[in-house]
């Protein structure tokens, strides 16, 4: 079974911010940490007393609680990968930051960090996936990007994937992520209820501290698109957790994501390119294709890498996204935007180059069948792609 993919947590934040934490934000516990940085923020005493009154409301081991709560959905690696997996050399390789990590630099320059302190410690980040993810069912028409403007490429693209792709796909569920939860404090604090095991109603006012902190700054507020800058596929499917039983399948698409896109000129085409992605770990869930011999962050990349593959694919196909060469470039370039550098990370994903080239050898897949029309076996194509792996992964930095 497979759960959300990647969810912001803390380290997004940590790779985007060029901040560095003040002596004063050391603290020994979250707790302490959080209470150091509500008495660092440019508000007067009455309001740090109330913040630091209401935060009393945390139970004794809330963080557990989280790390419970996200280690059952798959969020976290386990400490037992980490101590098995196979460590990439960095400096085989070439990665560097791409323009969309640029990009999101520049959406969190002058944002305060106690603000930023106490989001990431509360969970914040995660706040619009959970939401999205335990409380949209996806039953309702859904509205795609800030002002719907994405809502038809979605929609039209999820309805053509699942027509291409030979999995049982009729129950996968296309849902929106919106940072407006983070202005509504019912709904801020039913995740928070989730996310620490709080009864219903108990985290009324700590939903209401985190809205009002990130509504005073006006630079890492709830528009901010770092609270969505995410997409990901889900599944409960063998999954005992009471939490997640009945949720359908689905894919849930977040506005920061598409907005970064479109902020470095991808555009409409790059959307396409993620939902391709995320159907392809719809098609891995079906096919059972994240079991491999690989370990650890080889294993990650792996799977990531496939995904790619599989919306290259799509995207080129004659019946598929049917893409011409002029718009191909943005497409594969999609890829390319979202790789990372974090080679001993459970969730490394693949670099740069090597996203690169597994979708440009899928689109090279996809038009010499252009022909005959001819839609290959999703197994098939995986197999291809598992012998192909050892030549998109090969050391590139000499």
């Not at 569920?173 to 109603?201: F, I, N, Q, S, Y």
């Not at 396409?272 to 098609?283: D, N, R, Y």
């Amino acid at each position: 079974m497979r759960k959300p993919l990647a969810l912001l947590a803390a380290a997004a934040v940590a790779a985007a911010l060029t901040i560095g934490a003040p002596a004063s934000a050391q603290a020994t516990s979250p707790t302490s940490a959080l209470e150091s940085a509500i008495n660092s923020l440019h508000v007067d005493d009455a309001t740090k007393a109330r913040y630091l009154e209401t935060i009393k409301a945390l139970p004794a081991d809330w963080q557990e609680r989280a790390a419970r709560f996200k280690a059952g959905l798959g969020v976290t690696g386990s400490a037992w990968n980490e101590l098995a997996l196979s460590a990439i050399d960095p400096n085989d390789y070439k990665c560097a930051d791409t323009r969309l990590s640029a990009w999101l630099d520049e959406r969190l320059e002058g944002a305060d960090f106690f603000t930023i302190l106490i989001v990431v410690i509360l969970g914040g980040l995660d706040i619009p996936a959970y939401d999205a993810l335990l409380f949209n069912s996806g039953d309702t028409p859904q509205s795609y990007g800030e002002n719907g403007e994405y809502t038809t490429t979605v929609t039209h693209e999820l309805r053509d994937l699942k027509k291409f792709w030979d999995i049982k796909s009729d129950d996968i569920r296309g849902v929106a992520m919106h940072g407006d939860v983070l202005k509504d404090a019912d709904r801020t604090a039913r995740v928070l209820e989730v996310l620490w095991g709080l009864p219903a109603g108990e985290g009324k006012d700590l939903a209401d501290l985190l809205i009002e902190v990130l509504a005073a700054d006006p630079v890492l507020n709830a528009d901010n698109p770092i609270f969505t800058f995410n997409a990901f596929a889900f599944t409960a499917e063998g999954d005992p957790d009471p939490i997640v039983q009945g949720i359908p399948d689905k894919i849930v698409m977040g506005d920061g994501i598409m907005k970064g896109m479109d902020g470095i000129g991808l555009g409409e085409v790059a959307t396409k390119s993620i939902l391709g992605h995320e159907f392809g770990h719809h098609v891995q869930f079906e096919d059972g294709l994240f079991d491999s011999p690989l370990t650890g962050p080889e294993a990650t990349r792996r799977t990531e890498l496939m995904a790619d593959a599989f919306a290259g694919y799509f995207l080129t196909h004659k019946r598929g996204g049917t893409l011409n060469a002029k718009r191909l470039l943005p497409a594969v370039q999609s890829f390319f935007e979202v790789g990372d550098c974090s080679f001993s990370s459970d969730g490394h994903h693949g670099t740069p180059n090597q996203r690169l080239a597994s979708s440009s050898w899928a689109v090279d897949l996809a038009q010499d069948e252009r022909k005959q029309g001819h839609i290959m076996p999703s197994m098939t194509f995986a197999n291809l792609f598992d012998a192909q792996l050892p030549i998109i992964v090969k050391p590139d930095a000499h």
